[in-house]
């Protein structure tokens, strides 16, 4: 990761594809951030996953209450993104491949914007993510693997291949 740090700047964010359950890079991303001196306040780290999202709800449907989360998280990681950019934090925005369209949001916002220099962004995402190629071309990439067993790796696989048919 820090060689991975090495190589960036304000303008070219960090993204990891993670292969397998469980993997976070919060706390190594945290502990290296300590490393380069950065104050606790100045690491975020936001995941958008299920319920990782307080929203209020009324009587909506099923629908309606989706596209309200969505929106939510797309909010939430906006506001982050802004303020990170202004402040000169460490942005972690973990599981970017639960909202579909928010990697080439972050990507246009980032593009026009002038971030501080100590401004870092890095994003996770699953290994089936679709994301815009424009991001793909500009961002530095790293793999993030877990380390279960084998036993566990061939059920997830055997349980994907099922998914896919």
């Given at each position: 990761m820090r060689s991975l740090l090495n190589e960036s700047t304000s303008k070219v964010p960090i993204l990891f594809t993670v292969s397998g359950g469980g993997v976070?890079?919060?706390?190594?991303?945290?502990?290296?951030?300590?490393?380069m001196g950065l104050d606790h306040g100045q690491f975020v780290s936001l995941a958008l996953g299920k319920g990782s999202e307080k929203v209020s709800y009324r009587d909506f449907s099923e629908?309606?209450?989706?596209?309200?989360m969505?929106?939510?998280?797309?909010?939430?990681?906006m506001a982050a993104l802004q303020n990170a950019i202004?402040?000169?934090?460490?942005?972690?925005?973990?599981?970017?491949?639960?909202?579909p369209n928010l990697p080439?949001?972050?990507?246009?916002?980032?593009?026009?914007?002038?971030?501080h220099a100590d401004f870092?962004?890095?994003?996770?995402?699953?290994?089936?993510?679709?994301?815009?190629?424009?991001?793909l071309h500009h961002a530095l990439k790293g793999f993030l693997f877990s380390f279960l067993?084998?036993?566990?790796?061939l059920q997830l696989f055997h349980a994907d291949s099922i998914f896919m048919k």
């Open positions: 976070d890079p919060s706390t190594e991303l945290q502990r290296l951030s300590k490393q629908s309606a209450n989706c596209k309200c969505l929106i939510g998280r797309v909010q939430s990681a202004r402040r000169g934090q460490w942005l972690v925005l973990l599981n970017c491949h639960l909202v080439a949001l972050v990507w246009c916002y980032l593009d026009q914007s002038a971030p870092r962004l890095w994003i996770t995402t699953d290994k089936t993510a679709i994301l815009p190629p424009i991001l067993p084998i036993h566990v790796h």
